[in-house]
Each structure stands twice: as C-alpha cells, then as structure tokens.
C-alpha cells in the first residue's frame, strides 16, 4: 500500500552533520504528519522531531537547536537535517507518516525501515 524509504544515515565524528531523507510512496492521497523516531541499543523508541502538513513542528529537547526537520509535499518527503552530532545521538533512526489513501478508510500510519547513524567522540 504505501511504503517508506529512508537515506542518508552513516558515520561521523561528535561535531558533524548529517541529513537524512525518507520518501513516500504507494497509493498515497495526502499524507498528514511526519516525523522522525530513533532507538539506540537497549532503550526504547523515543520521538526526535515531527512536522505536519503546514510546517508544524516540534523537537525533543535533546535535539532542539541542533536538529531540523522539513518537508517536500511535491516528493512526498520528510528531512531531517542533523547538526552539532554527539555521541548520544547514536542510533537507528526511523521515518513515520500518517497517510490517507484511497485503497482504504480513515488515516495510517507507516514506518521506514530505519538508517542507521553512529557518531564517534
């Protein structure tokens, strides 16, 4: 139905930066909020930054003033623009979407696959 795809994760040294991406695709009719999630080893999923379809955001305090999410409606994607790296970043980063679609009723929600992202000190 729909699918999501992300890029753009990696390696970097504490201080550096990195922008993901995670596209939409599939029979998508509107996608309504977007956001980033992450989860290092052995700790929970937490949310890191969302945006909604007017450009609405908000961040987890940990991330504010270093990260910045947007987003391309035209290209379905939603970016995370990730500065100031710290070690405590590390983790696998996933994409969501809250998608309306005609091949069912109502909103969904959708999940990338994830990317990884490993900053060392």
């Known amino acids: 139905q729909v699918q999501l795809v992300e890029s753009g994760g990696g390696l970097v040294q504490a201080g550096g930066s990195l922008r993901l991406s995670c596209t939409a695709s599939?029979?998508?009719?509107?996608?309504?909020?977007m956001g980033w999630y992450r989860q290092a080893p052995e700790k929970q999923r937490e949310l890191v930054a969302t945006?909604?379809?007017?450009?609405?955001?908000t961040y987890a305090d940990s991330v504010k003033g270093r990260f910045t999410i947007s987003r391309d409606n035209a290209r379905n994607t939603v970016y995370l623009q990730m500065d100031s790296l710290k070690p405590e970043d590390t983790a696998a980063y996933y994409c969501?979407?809250?998608?309306?679609?005609?091949?069912?009723?109502?909103?969904?929600?959708?999940w990338g696959q994830g990317t990884q992202v490993t900053v060392s000190s």
């Open positions: 969501n979407a809250y998608v309306q679609s005609i091949r069912f009723q109502g909103v969904k929600q959708f």
């Open positions: 599939g029979s998508i009719f509107r996608i309504n909020n």
């Open positions: 945006i909604t379809s007017d450009d609405s955001t």
